[in-house]
């Protein structure tokens, strides 16, 4: 379970109780709640049962004149303006990320893991609601304790508030929830991810991971002997291995830190993706940190494409590699061959986009990066993204000619230096 980061569905049925037509629905969110946000997607409910279909709704950051305490909203875009009396369906997604405060803030080894979670019983909506409910699921059934707002009912690892009626647009209940929550806290500071593509038959990946342990932080001091003979009891919400999905076909994998290769590693591959199961140098408590490198080849053939304009493209996947963790802070390098031209990327969510020079062996112009950057991402976000660019074969033999032509000087240097004379003689 993925518990730095929640995901939120709901199902709306809306109707235009206005005289005009109405094309977008706005969906609201507090600016703590914005400031965390990773993803926002609807849909449209089209049909009924079995008959039922989804079709996907264009759904982008907008800004109202009428935003109290500061409210933000996402603008939801209808397949067809509501006339006055008409419903609609909608089903919309969202995930948030650090949004559980570990309290206490800070346990021993042999404790279990508590947390805050806070939130409104009532839906933040710009809207008169005439009904709705809310169903919170906590990860295991040990609740401390819980706000009840009328009509409240818990059972087992779900808590339902409502159904609430006939509430006036931004109403607001909060409630605190206090569970146990034991899931490990995994999360990437900071990654930062270099593909380099050679035209000569390999794309090589380069990824170097900032993690740490975001729950509550480890007092005390750490016993390895405790932590090995009890490990249903000590250090419960430690972690002490990851899982990266690579691609299939990955070649020349490496796993390293800043004091050398860590040999702690297996690797597991398959026709249609591969695994790699990593162990730092020490297990992660709560606050600890831990800086590594992994680095792999794939085959030039499984990414890079050309379109039917003649432009090639490089066709790979976004987001961390890394299983059931949020990225506060990626950055995707893509370093193009030299001479590359006319670099443009196209992903399927907002990011932002800059360009950078890179000198390697034997360049002369140098290379063309593109730099894309993101925050709050997501295991949502690991979906194909398309760095598109030109380029011209005839300098792929740059750097042989380069290599040509300076052992050519080398060796007419030598040839030289055996025939001339630097003899003194009367």
């Given at each position: 379970?993925l518990?730095?980061?929640k ?43 079995k008959?039922?279909s ?11 004149p009428?935003a109290p305490?500061?409210t ?5 875009s ?9 419903v ?30 806070h ?39 779900e ?39 050679s ?37 419960v919400?430690?972690?002490k ?22 040999s ?11 695994e790699?199961?990593i ?7 709560g606050?600890?940190k ?7 080849g ?19 996947s ?6 059931n ?27 932002e ?13 140098g ?13 949502e ?9 030109n380029?011209?074969?005839?300098f792929?033999?740059a ?28």
């Amino acid at each position: 379970m993925l518990c730095l980061l929640k995901r939120f569905f709901l199902l709306f049925q809306i109707e235009n109780i206005g005289n005009a037509p109405a094309s977008e629905v706005l969906l609201a969110f507090s600016p703590t709640q914005f400031d965390h946000l990773a993803l926002v997607k609807a849909a449209s409910v089209v049909g009924k049962k079995k008959k039922k279909s989804y079709v996907p709704l264009e759904v982008n950051p907008t800004e109202r004149p009428v935003a109290p305490n500061g409210t933000k909203y996402y603008a939801i875009s209808l397949l067809k303006a509501l006339e006055k009396g008409e419903v609609a369906t909608l089903e919309i997604f969202y995930s948030l990320t650090h949004t559980l405060e570990p309290f206490p803030v800070e346990i021993s080894q042999s404790e279990s893991q508590l947390v805050y979670y806070h939130d409104s019983a009532i839906i933040l909506s710009p809207y008169h609601i005439q009904q709705q409910a809310t169903l919170f699921k906590t990860p295991s059934n040990k609740v401390e304790s819980f706000t009840r707002v009328e009509p409240t009912d818990r059972a087992g690892t779900e808590l339902k508030y409502g159904p609430y009626e006939g509430r006036s647009p931004f109403s607001y209940s909060p409630v605190i929830i206090h569970f146990e929550n034991n899931n490990p806290f995994a999360v990437v500071e900071e990654l930062e991810r270099e593909i380099e593509v050679s035209h000569w038959g390999s794309v090589q990946v380069t990824e170097h991971y900032k993690l740490a342990h975001a729950g509550a932080r480890h007092k005390g001091v750490f016993s390895r002997v405790e932590y090995q003979s009890r490990p249903s009891a000590s250090g419960v919400s430690s972690f002490k291995h990851l899982v990266a999905e690579l691609p299939p076909r990955v070649h020349s994998v490496y796993y390293r830190d800043n004091i050398g290769n860590i040999s702690s590693s297996r690797l597991r591959t398959n026709s249609k993706k591969s695994e790699l199961l990593i162990e730092p140098r020490y297990p992660l408590f709560g606050g600890w940190k831990a800086t590594f490198v992994i680095g792999y080849g794939v085959p030039l053939q499984d990414f890079l494409f050309e379109s039917a304009t003649g432009a090639r493209y490089l066709n790979y996947s976004f987001g961390c590699p890394l299983a059931n963790t949020v990225v506060d802070k990626l950055t995707i390098k893509v370093v193009l061959p030299e001479g590359s031209k006319n670099p443009s990327a196209q992903v399927p969510f907002t990011v932002e986009q800059s360009f950078e020079t890179k000198y390697s062996y034997l360049d002369v112009i140098g290379r063309t990066v593109v730099v894309l950057e993101k925050r709050n991402v997501v295991p949502e976000h690991n979906i194909p993204f398309q760095v598109h660019y030109n380029f011209n074969p005839v300098f792929m033999l740059a750097e042989p000619l380069m290599l040509a032509s300076v052992f050519f000087l080398f060796f007419i240097t030598c040839l030289a230096y055996l025939h001339i004379d630097v003899s003194i003689r009367k």
